[in-house]
Nanobody
Framework: EVQLVESGGGLVRAGGSLRLSCAGSGFTFDDSAIGWFRQAPGKEREGVSCIRSGGVSTYYADSVKGRFTISRDNTKNTVYLQMNSLKLEDTAVYYC??????????????????WGKGTLVNVSS
């Protein structure tokens, strides 16, 4: 059974940092791309970042470029999302997802195949 479990969310002040983790099991983690999506209340889900299996090729949404960094540790079957300089508008439930690759269409990260249950990031003023 494919499982993706997010952790690391919480309450943080604007300007602060958080690191999210996504632990995967039940599939060939090394060969999979892992993405991060988020959904704020009343808004559509947004693709935030993605890292391909080799760990070199990455994608970032314009809204997080220069502030978020995605990385992976295949020895731990884990992908990280380091979030710095957090803004109020970063408040959302963050989901990690897995697929064969990160597919970007018109600058947007396409949906992926397997999903975690999400972790809440709440940025306060």
């Amino acid at each position: 059974e494919v499982q993706l479990v997010e952790s690391g969310g919480g309450l943080v002040r604007a300007g602060g940092s958080l690191r999210l983790s996504c632990a995967g099991s039940g599939f060939t983690f090394d060969d999979s791309a892992i993405g991060w999506f988020r959904q704020a209340p009343g808004k559509e889900r947004e693709g935030v970042s993605c890292i391909r299996s080799g760990g070199v090729s990455t994608y970032y949404a314009d809204s997080v470029k220069g502030r978020f960094t995605i990385s992976r540790d295949n020895t731990k079957n884990t992908v990280y999302l380091q979030m710095n300089s957090l803004k109020l508008e970063d408040t959302a439930v963050y989901y990690c997802a897995a697929a064969l690759s990160c597919v970007v269409v018109h600058g947007n990260l396409w949906d992926m195949d397997y999903w975690g249950k999400g972790t809440l990031v709440n940025v306060s003023s």
